[in-house]
Nanobody, 114 residues
């Protein structure tokens, strides 16, 4: 049983920072890539950041403000979010792909107040 568990969400004022964590448990190997998505109310889920053995990429809306990193020893991926804006408000989901199978976490709410 593979699980991805996000944490670190919460309420923050505009201009503030949060760090999201996604911890992986269970039997899964050859994970590539790992990514963060988000879904705001009434909108489609969108890719925020992705990291793989080849590239790291960000949505235009978060470039220069968000960073993504992996700690393979801890089976954890992080999303550092700085200079947060109200439009960053969404549920953030962790995603991992292994051998063509996509795994999702349950999501963590991020709310940015103006």
């Amino acid at each position: 049983q593979v699980q991805l568990v996000e944490s670190g969400g919460g309420l923050v004022q505009a201009g503030g920072s949060l760090r999201l964590s996604c911890a992986r448990s269970g039997s899964i190997s050859n994970i590539d890539p790992m990514a963060w998505y988000r879904q705001a109310p009434g909108k489609q889920r969108e890719l925020v950041a992705v990291t793989s053995s080849l590239i790291t990429s960000f949505a235009d809306s978060v470039k220069g403000r968000f960073t993504i990193s992996r700690d393979n020893a801890k089976d954890t991926v992080y999303l550092q979010m700085n200079s947060l804006k109200p439009e960053d408000t969404a549920v953030y989901y962790c995603n991992a792909v292994s051998r063509g199978i996509s795994y999702w976490g349950q999501g963590t709410q991020v709310t940015v107040s103006s």
